[in-house]
């Protein structure tokens, strides 16, 4: 079993609190991410899980222990790092078994150790290799298998992709994925990328400031983010935001403050939303909800203006700008339409698809 409990877990430096009360209950076997902007405390909650931290306040279990007060050795857990740190004068067989070793098992039980976690891993041709004789990809796979041959209760990976170029990132996620399923083990997964993190995660943890912002499946996520600060900070591009107010005239309606457009509510959800008519709110719209056919019955028109067009090969993305405003939005569209830029041009927002979030404090309406 490993499943892991974070009850009120706070770090502190000084004065500066840059964990703060984070409560997390993550399940035996499960495949959790933390992600969020660099600084925002994935590291320290993960090195704290770990026990290389000191917790401040709070408590941190390991399967109904508390385990504030054992040292990382004793915690069952193991840990990958980013510079994954390799013992350049052992081969990758020694570099597996070091750990093992220093724990007094038994040369048997090292071999076949050893040998399992290179067929899960598919480096058992390079045993005998030195670190220096490897790929960057296959030295991460020999950094995975210190880890996977301690069989811990829990893995923890620390933006362990980060130093690997973009295809070998984008294999060794699903290599990541598919040893999780293999050894079903609790994995806890940092990363400040929100792709990794949606691609990886059976839930994912969205950090601010510290701060738990949302716990949730990825799509739920992507769907319904709680605050504006999820919303921007989940898909790519990020989420459009508009702002303006909620009018109430034939029918209820936001009203851009720069007056350039205004878009229907959907009769399905105005109740919700006649208790803050007339007041400020912002609107997010997400890129791939902008279209430049009408995709549907809830396809608003709104002419733009084509500021720039960015081919990613099988769509375009466009910036634009809406009237005299100066603010620059994004949508999504098939490659085969050719939208010049400095001309006005027809997008159409799919209003099924709109977020509001409170102007002030950014809360999901
Ligand atoms: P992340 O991993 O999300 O990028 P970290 O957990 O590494 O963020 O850091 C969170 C915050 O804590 C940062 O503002 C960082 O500067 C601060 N911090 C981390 N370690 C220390 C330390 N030893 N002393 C003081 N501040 C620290
Ligand atoms: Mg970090």
């Known amino acids: 079993m490993g499943s892991v409990r974070l009850e009120h877990v706070f770090k502190k430096y000084d004065s500066n609190i840059v964990v703060n009360d984070v409560n997390l209950n993550i399940n035996d076997k499960e495949f959790v991410v933390l992600v969020g902007p660099s600084g925002c405390g994935k590291s320290t909650t993960l090195r704290m899980i770990a026990g290389l931290e000191d917790i401040s306040q709070g408590t941190i279990f390991i399967d109904d222990s508390a385990v504030n007060d ?35 098992y038994s040369k048997d039980e090292i071999q076949e150790r050893v040998q399992q976690a290179s067929v899960i891993l598919g480096i058992k041709e390079m045993l005998e290799r030195k670190p220096k004789a490897l790929s960057g990809g296959q030295r ?7 880890a996977i041959v301690r069989k811990p209760k829990v893995f923890l990976f620390d933006e362990p992709l980060s130093n690997l170029d973009a295809n070998l990132r984008v294999q060794m996620r699903t290599e990541i994925s598919r040893l999780h399923k293999q050894i079903e083990t609790t994995m806890i997964y940092v990363t400040h990328d929100q ?9 994912i943890v969205v950090m601010h400031k510290g701060i738990v912002q949302q716990v949730d499946t990825p799509l739920t996520i992507y769907n319904n983010p709680v605050n504006k600060f999820v919303a921007g900070f989940i898909g790519s591009p990020t989420m459009n935001f508009f702002d303006g107010k909620l009018l109430l005239q034939d029918s209820l309606a936001f009203e851009a403050s720069t007056k350039y457009f205004s878009l229907p509510i959907r009769s399905e959800i105005v109740q919700r939303f006649m208790p803050i008519v007339n007041s400020e709110v912002s609107l997010g719209i997400r890129p791939e909800h902008i279209s430049a056919k009408p995709q549907n019955s809830h396809s608003q028109i709104v002419n733009v203006n084509v500021v720039v067009t960015e081919p990613v090969g099988n769509e375009i993305f466009i910036y634009f700008t809406i009237g005299q405003a100066v603010e620059q939005y994004v949508c999504r569209i098939p490659s085969d339409m050719q939208p010049q830029t400095g001309r006005a041009f027809d997008l159409y927002f799919d209003v099924s698809k709109l977020h509001f979030f409170d102007k002030t404090t950014g809360a999901a309406l």
Do not use: C, T, W
Not at 140 to 146: E, K, P, S, T
Not at 195 to 203: F, N, P
């Open 70 to 104: 054992v040292p990382p050795k004793d915690r069952d857990i193991a840990m990958v790092f980013q510079n994954y740190a390799l013992y350049p004068h052992m081969s990758v067989y020694e570099n597996l078994a070091f750990g093992l070793k220093m724990r007094k």
């Open 140 to 146: 991460q796979r020999v950094a995975l298998g210190r």
């Open 195 to 203: 792709i990794e993190a949606m691609s990886m995660g059976d839930r």
